[in-house]
Antibody, heavy 122, light 107 residues
Framework: QVQLAESGGGVVQPGGSLRLSCAGS????????MNWVRQAPGKGLECVTS????????NYADSVRGRFTVSRDNSKNMLYLQMNSLRPEDTAVYYC???????????????WGQGTLVTVSS | EIVMTQSPATLSVSPGGRVTLSCRAS??????LAWYQQRPGQAPRLLIY???TRATGVPARFSGSGYGTEFTLTIAGLQSEDFAVYYC?????????FGQGTKVEIK
């Protein structure tokens, strides 16, 4: 069955950097778009970034554009999120989520990891 | 950006009851809408896509409807595991946007 496992969360000071990873298994990783969705404590869901199945296209929420970079290594079935210039408002659980298809226009999420907590605080 | 607005914020329902959750899009989105369930401490789970198609393994007591800008999720015969937060999501174009969620709680 599909499994997604995030890692790399932790406590970081404002202005710092962190790299999240997501390991995918149980499906053909290289044929699906992938996403990072975050949830601030007690709040709703925000799609932070999406990356196409081959890594050639990415989209970012305005709140993170220019600070976060998504990438993937299909040879390793891995998804990454490089987060720079972190702010307290970036504090959230970050979920890795698998798109239902390779299409850039059918981007809902049929599998989610359990999430990794990122806390930005001094 | 398409804004998704859910109502109400909270619904109090007795087990076995029926609830209808609403989701409104700020522009027409055809049927490009998904619903998710999030239980406390868990990741979201896909329930409905295409506004009305149940995802694999989702019980028939969950049903979705709507088109354009107005959508509903109905849960008939609420069971204990259905008390959770429900989110709608527009998914056809970036930015992908979620509603703020509706919490279904035990009355």
């Amino acid at each position: 069955q599909v499994q997604l496992a995030e890692s790399g969360g932790g406590v970081v000071q404002p202005g710092g950097s962190l790299r999240l990873s997501c390991a995918g298994s149980g499906f053909t990783f290289s044929t699906y778009g992938m996403n990072w969705v975050r949830q601030a404590p007690g709040k709703g869901l925000e799609c932070v970034t999406s990356i196409s199945y081959d890594g050639s296209n990415q989209n970012y929420a305005d709140s993170v554009r220019g600070r976060f970079t998504v990438s993937r290594d299909n040879s390793k079935n891995m998804l990454y999120l490089q987060m720079n210039s972190l702010r307290p408002e970036d504090t959230a659980v970050y979920y890795c989520a698998k798109s239902v298809s390779s299409s850039w226009f059918i981007n809902y999420f049929d599998s989610w990891g359990q999430g990794t907590l990122v806390t930005v605080s001094s | 950006e398409i804004v998704m607005t859910q109502s109400p914020a909270t619904l109090s329902v007795s087990p076995g009851g029926r609830v209808t959750l609403s989701c409104r899009a700020s522009q027409t989105i055809s049927s490009n809408l998904a619903w998710y369930q999030q239980r406390p401490g868990q990741a979201p789970r896909l329930l409905i896509y295409g506004a009305s198609t149940r995802a694999t393994g989702v019980p028939a007591r969950f049903s979705g409807s709507g088109y354009g800008t107005e959508f509903t999720l109905t849960i008939a015969g609420l069971q204990s595991e259905d008390f959770a937060v429900y989110y709608c999501q527009f998914y056809n174009k970036w930015p992908l946007t979620f509603g703020q969620g509706t919490k279904v709680e035990i009355k």
